[in-house]
């Protein structure tokens, strides 16, 4: 398996689609290459992990703003919605 370029946040996935001699389904043969399998889908499970926990905080402050900007509006204008 060739290393991936770790600046590039999409070249641990491109090598999971790069087919293994000659045939993309191919099951690793040894007790090393499926350790390394493992290894690199927990790497990818992390990554997304995280990305959807920063997702989650995203949402979270958006709605903070949002009641803070109605709050803020309706401070204003007590018959605003």
Sequence with gaps: MSEYN???PFGLF???FKP???NPFTPPMTIEEI???IA???TVEQWLSMQIGMLQVTVKT???QKA???AFKQGL????P
């Design 6 to 8: 770790s600046n590039d």
């Design 14 to 16: 491109s090598q999971f």
């Design 20 to 22: 293994t001699a000659g």
């Design 35 to 37: 350790d390394r399998k």
């Design 40 to 42: 690199e889908c927990r």
């Design 62 to 64: 958006l709605e903070m």
């Design 68 to 70: 803070g900007i109605a």
């Design 77 to 80: 204008d007590p018959k605003a």
